[in-house]
């Protein structure tokens, strides 16, 4: 049977009732995605305080710098460590069903990661090919996924499609089942097979449902590469996002979608000391593009 799925959220901003726990403060619905939901943020966009206001006027003017991790591999406690170290906030896209399972994160170290402030972001329940699967298979993998991570107390807003595979059905089953965002995994520069696509996403992106991202698969993940991908942005002098998608952090040459801990490390280093000398701005996806955390309508 066909998903009679609609455009948007406007079942969502009438279901959306509160989740316990899980309220953003005003200010942050009034980022720059409340335009997408503008009846609920009026009232909100009066008080934004003067260091959020400051942060966005230098967001106009530097790049911001987005790090985000896919699939919740147990090396992600550790990376998320080497963040905070470093003063530095990522998105962790996590798959529900594989929390605890060999290779993955524990419940309980997904906690403590949220717990230093990183955002936890869902990435289906097994991490399959959505655009193989019939439609109902798909909201179970979308849609219970993030009930699934709510329930676990993790304020999800923001997904990212397993293999960067989407159609139609994907995109606005992640919308309905109440994510802000849903990231693919392409779509921003790349030396080699992105030539002429944008260096930045924008703020907010113009298409939430296709967040575009750069993960540099198949590239060399040597720091001297990553931090290309900033410089550029930096030297376009356009305000975005160079959204980043690592996977698993480890000395495996073999593994096209691992990054060595020692080049990531540099890479964390001179991204800090961009950050500090305020060349760069690095913070969450979630953050950047702001919004409450909905709950996943019951329908769904
Ligand atoms: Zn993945």
């Known amino acids: 049977m066909r998903l009679t799925v609609k455009r948007l959220l406007p079942a969502c ?21 409340a335009p997408a939901r503008a009846g609920a943020s009026a009232a909100a966009q009066a008080a934004v305080p003067a260091h959020t206001a400051r942060r966005e006027a230098r967001a106009a003017r530097v790049p911001t710098v987005v790090l985000t991790f896919d699939d919740g591999t147990s090396d992600h406690l550790a990376v998320a460590k080497m963040l905070s170290r470093r003063g530095l906030k ?31 972001g ?23 996924d ?24 994907s995109r606005e089953l992640a919308m309905q089942c109440g994510y802000t ?15 002429s696509c944008p260096v930045v996403e924008k703020i ?33 002098g356009r305000p975005g996002m160079v959204i980043f998608v690592f996977h698993e952090i480890k000395n495996d040459p073999r593994d096209r979608y691992a990054t060595a801990p020692k080049e990531f490390a540099a890479f964390l280093n001179w991204v800090a000391a961009q950050k500090k000398a305020k060349r760069i701005d ?18 769904m």
């Open 122 to 144: 869902g990435h289906t329940l097994h991490h399959e090919h959505l655009t193989e699967l019939p439609d109902s298979a798909q909201q179970a993998e979308i849609c219970d």
């Open 282 to 299: 690095v913070r969450t996806l979630g953050d950047v593009v702001g919004g409450r955390v909905w709950p996943v309508p019951e329908h």
């Open 13 to 33: 901003l009438v279901a959306a009732t509160s989740i316990a726990g899980l309220q953003l403060p005003a200010a942050a619905t009034a980022g720059p995605a």
């Open 181 to 195: 965002t849903a990231r693919g995994i392409n779509g921003l520069h790349r030396p080699d097979s992105c030539r």
């Open 90 to 120: 990522g998105t962790f896209y996590v798959s529900s069903a594989r929390l605890g399972t060999r290779g993955f994160l524990s419940v309980s170290a997904l906690r403590a990661i949220a717990k230093a402030g990183h955002e936890i």
């Open 204 to 236: 907010p992106p113009a298409d939430l449902a296709g967040v575009r991202a750069t993960s540099q698969t198949g590239l060399p993940r040597t720091a001297r590469v990553l931090r290309e991908f900033v410089t550029r942005a930096q030297q376009e």
């Open 146 to 169: 993030r009930r699934a991570l709510l329930k676990m107390g993790f304020a999800v807003r923001s997904f990212a499609y397993p293999f960067g595979d989407f159609d139609e059905t």
